[in-house]
């Protein structure tokens, strides 16, 4: 029962302090979701490859989005005008650069703060890379199928001219019924009561609407808190595993190496695919056996590219595109990784 009691200890320490901002992740990002016009970020895009590379990180602290909820966000917006490279910048870095997951990695790392400095300034050195390769080496259109764009205002068109089609056919045939049955007291108070009706089922519509808005609130911040819930258990039940039966001095001698531990770091959190609102909690609990730099590898690298975000941006982008992105993107997290723990966190 001893391994069973650490495993279990384990988990709940990571899980229950990584909970609260995992909440409060899904809140804003449902906040987000529900009532931040898409039509704002297109007019504010710059066009300078540079201001573009630097409006994709500020629209990380603008929008605070999980990874999660990235891909169809983005999708959006690049239907609004968005270009590809900003929006592949912002899939990159914006679960990374925004104000939650500052906090729950300056939590995690509370004896060592430098680390969520660290945590944001490679990812800000990530974007530009990124972004500069972007702009000058990519010349195909990297989608899987054309986005065409937005049309907001058809449906809202199509809605009011049918209701105005509605009504007037009531009015002509009401009037047509009204003249035919003049002298008629009952049928006057069943039009009467019929008018009532509608004003009746008018009022209804507009709290059934508001209703249904609610009921969309409830329902995407339910989806993503499962969806998160579930990768956020089975990390948390992986490290407390591996920290429970993989023997500490296996873990040291992965941990203390130069280059291994930060692959290794990268390849667990590809596999482990957390939350960045919550992988800090993960992070910190290997703390003791590798490196500050794996460790900033692991917080970096896994928001990024993992196994849930290859297969979302696989839906929108060319496989070919995924693949090489990953790869740019590993080797400069790498290298980044190994400077920032020569440099900053020695």
Not at 5 to 25: E, N, T
Not at 112 to 124: K, V
Not at 291 to 314: C, E, N, Q, R
Request: proline share 5%; glycine share 6%.
């Amino acid at each position: 029962m001893e391994p069973i009691s650490h495993v279990f200890m384990a988990f709940m320490d990571i899980f229950l302090d990584a909970l609260p901002f995992m909440i409060l992740g899904v809140l804003l990002s449902t906040i987000v979701e529900n009532f931040i016009p898409e039509g704002v970020i297109q007019r504010m895009t710059p066009k300078h490859p540079l201001g573009g590379v630097l409006f994709a990180c500020v629209l990380g602290i603008m929008f605070p989005l999980c990874e999660c909820g990235m891909i169809p966000f983005v999708r959006r917006l690049m239907r609004k005008g968005m270009p590809v490279y900003i929006a592949v910048i912002f899939i990159l870095v914006g679960p990374i650069l925004n104000p939650i997951v500052f906090a729950s990695t300056w939590m995690a790392f509370r004896d060592n703060p430098a680390m969520a400095y660290s945590r944001m300034g490679l990812t800000f050195g990530v974007a530009l890379v990124i972004g500069f390769l972007l702009t000058r080496f990519l010349k195909s259109n990297p989608l899987r199928h054309p986005i065409e764009p937005a049309a907001a205002s058809l449906p809202r068109h199509n809605h009011t001219h049918g209701s105005q089609h509605i009504d007037q056919h009531d009015h002509h045939h009401g009037h047509a019924h009204d003249h035919k049955h003049d002298h008629s007291h009952a049928h006057d108070h069943s039009h009467n009561h019929k008018h009532d009706d509608h004003g009746h089922d008018h009022h209804g519509h507009n709290h059934a609407h508001g209703d249904s808005r609610l009921m969309t609130m409830v329902s995407h911040g339910s989806s993503e808190l499962f969806e998160m819930s579930k990768y956020l258990m089975l990390g948390a039940l992986l490290t407390a595993l591996i920290q429970t039966f993989v023997a500490q001095d296996s873990l040291s001698a992965i941990g203390q190496g130069a280059f291994i531990s930060h692959v290794f770091m990268m390849g667990f959190a590809y596999l482990l695919s957390l939350c960045s609102t919550t992988d800090a909690f993960v992070a910190v609990s290997f703390a003791k056996s590798f490196s500050p730099g794996s460790l900033l590898a692991f917080l970096v690298f896994g928001p990024m590219i993992d196994v849930k975000s290859t297969l979302m941006m696989l839906s929108i982008f060319k496989a070919r595109f995924v693949l090489t992105l990953s790869i740019v993107v590993a080797i400069t997290v790498l290298t980044g990784s190994l400077l920032f723990m020569h440099f900053f966190l020695a």
